[in-house]
């Protein structure tokens, strides 16, 4: 299937591992463009270098931080003066760090609202006037399970996770009639860095080994095994695909059937 990707303009954040950079590979093997952001320069260097020689499709890169103004404004005017536009956005970022209520004082709130409920509002506030304006645009936010169902241990994710997926969801009604499209996109255990670290976290706190966690979460999975970012990355490439115009508002799990909700 021709997904239409071919010569649009991605910018995908915290793109140099895990998820991020499975977004940024799926949508380079459909032909789109790529401006690659995260923080440290030479991971990103690598996947680069490596998106673009399995892909042969045009990727740059630009080190910023997006829990910053000016690393927001950096990765923006970086895509923008490359491509001259920005046709599907990416918005991710690392989650903020795991623990319960009473162990987070404001200040680490406050840098929790930065990295993953300010970076989304302010990247999306970029690009919308130029897609408005084309009447076509793609905003895919990773947010995560949790808006669903909250994770035990993980109090700031919870919460501006859930900050992120009501804003989505209302600008998704605000801007569908520009041809625009806004949606959330909710992993769960996904074999991934930021996985192994909360796994870490976990048996830290419960006195128990990684391996016992582990093998606690798989068995949970309706699938018994964690899932490959690739597997993640394939839905973004749909969402922001031509075939997609009509899917807007929504928040889609890809957690190996995990959620046991009906909706």
Not at 196 to 212: F, K
Request: hydrophobic letters at 45%.
């Amino acid at each position: 299937m021709d997904l239409g990707l071919r010569g649009k303009a991605a910018l995908v954040t915290a793109a140099s591992r895990g998820l991020g950079r499975a977004i940024a590979e799926a949508l380079a093997a459909e032909g789109a463009s790529l401006v690659i952001c995260a923080r440290g320069a030479d991971a990103l260097e690598e996947a680069r270098d490596a998106i673009t020689k399995s892909t042969g499709v045009d990727v740059d890169m630009v080190a910023a931080d997006v829990a910053t103004d000016a690393g927001i404004a950096l990765a923006w005017q970086h895509a923008r003066d490359r491509y001259g536009r920005v046709d599907v956005l990416v918005t991710n970022a690392g989650g903020p760090p795991s623990g319960l209520f009473e162990t987070h004082e404001w200040d680490v709130w406050q840098h929790a609202v930065e990295l993953t409920l300010r970076s989304a509002v302010e990247l999306t506030r970029l690009v919308l006037p130029g897609m408005k304006e084309r009447r076509w645009g793609r905003i895919l936010i990773v947010t995560s399970i949790a808006v669903k169902q909250p994770v035990d241990g993980v109090m700031l994710s919870n919460s501006l996770r859930a900050a992120v997926t009501g804003c989505a969801r209302t600008t998704a009604n605000e801007i569908a009639r520009y041809g625009v499209t806004v949606n959330n996109m909710l992993p769960r255990y996904t074999r991934t860095e930021r996985v192994e670290q909360l796994n870490a976290a976990t048996a830290a706190r419960e006195g128990i080994t990684v391996e016992d966690v582990s093998h606690r979460i798989e068995a949970q999975i309706p699938m018994r095994r964690l899932g490959e970012p690739r597997e993640f990355g394939a839905l973004a490439a749909f969402l922001a695909s031509e075939q997609a115009a009509y899917i807007t508002g929504q928040s889609i799990a890809v957690d190996g059937g995990w959620i046991r909700s009906l909706l």
